[in-house]
């Protein structure tokens, strides 16, 4: 009788650990991702051409991205997004690319939009990849003629990729240092590496990176903090620039618009290695 007491308790103690460590994972997946499905707009709502494009990962799935061709053939902006909505919520970037005179391909991660499965951080390394070997092997844009860029959790994504891959270029852009720094900024601990399934650990990875990098952050940022820009920035290697801009994590790029794609459309065009006339 006791012993089937003690294997009660037993079990009753694993149960619970369990479900801890059950809802804490689905605790840090919900403050990392938040995906949205609908496509509310495209760029044909702003007056853009484009490509509704369907392209695989290496693990099979279907992932949805738009191809916006610009006026001119100076290169491409590969566009990794942050951690919120989809592509759709992306359309006065792509303009502002587009303007500058760049081609943009954007796409969603899996668990966005139209593309398919569940997100985790390395599936949305895996489709970063998969768009960076959409543009060169199946569009045959030579890797010089990529620009790699991401914006808040997409710098991470994006630093992360041009770890594996050669580009003409990178711009990170309201990068966070790592999941772990994040915490500590939001709720005053550091947590323990272990603890956590996601990483994310940009400060390191940068430190690889030999392709020119410009690393772009706001002092007024709300929700990733300033210095979180000056890490990656202190770690990464040169050669490499620093932009800050003022603003919130969300607009200040339009507060500054002027400013902001002035020195995008200089650090980009002194990194292509060629024009095409």
Not at 34 to 42: K, Q, V
Not at 252 to 257: A, I, N, Q
Request: charged share 25%; glycine share 8%; net charge positive.
């Amino acid at each position: 009788m006791r012993a089937g007491r003690r294997l009660v308790r037993v079990l009753t103690i694993v149960c619970l650990i369990a479900f801890l460590w059950l809802a804490l994972k689905y605790f840090e997946r919900s403050q990392i991702f938040y995906p949205t499905r609908i496509i509310g707009m495209t760029p044909k709502n702003i007056g853009l051409g484009f490509e509704d494009v369907y392209f695989r990962t290496d693990d099979g799935l279907s992932l949805n991205g738009w191809f916006v061709k610009a006026d001119t053939n100076k290169g491409v902006v590969l566009f990794c997004h942050g951690n919120a909505g989809n592509i759709s919520h992306r359309l006065e970037s792509i303009f502002l690319f587009k303007e500058m005179g760049f081609d943009v391909f954007i796409f969603d991660y899996r668990g966005y939009g139209r593309s398919r499965g569940w997100t985790t951080e390395k599936g949305v390394y895996a489709d970063a990849l998969a768009a960076y070997n959409y543009l060169v092997r199946v569009r045959s844009i030579p890797y010089d003629r990529v620009v790699v860029f991401g914006r808040s959790l997409g710098g991470n994504v994006a630093i992360d990729l041009v770890t594996r891959v050669k580009a003409a270029c990178l711009i990170s852009e309201s990068a966070f240092a790592s999941i772990e720094d994040m915490a500590r900024a939001i709720y005053g601990v550091r947590p323990p590496r272990w603890v956590l399934s996601n990483h994310f650990d940009a400060q390191s990875k940068i430190s690889k990176v030999k392709m020119p990098k410009l690393i772009i952050h706001s002092r007024d940022d709300e929700l990733v903090p300033f210095e979180h820009g000056q890490k990656i920035f202190n770690s990464a290697l040169e050669p490499k620039d620093f932009f800050e801009l003022t603003g919130s994590h969300n607009e200040y790029y339009l507060g500054t618009r002027s400013d902001y794609a002035k020195k995008m459309k200089s650090f980009i065009e002194q990194n292509l290695y060629s024009e095409t006339p």
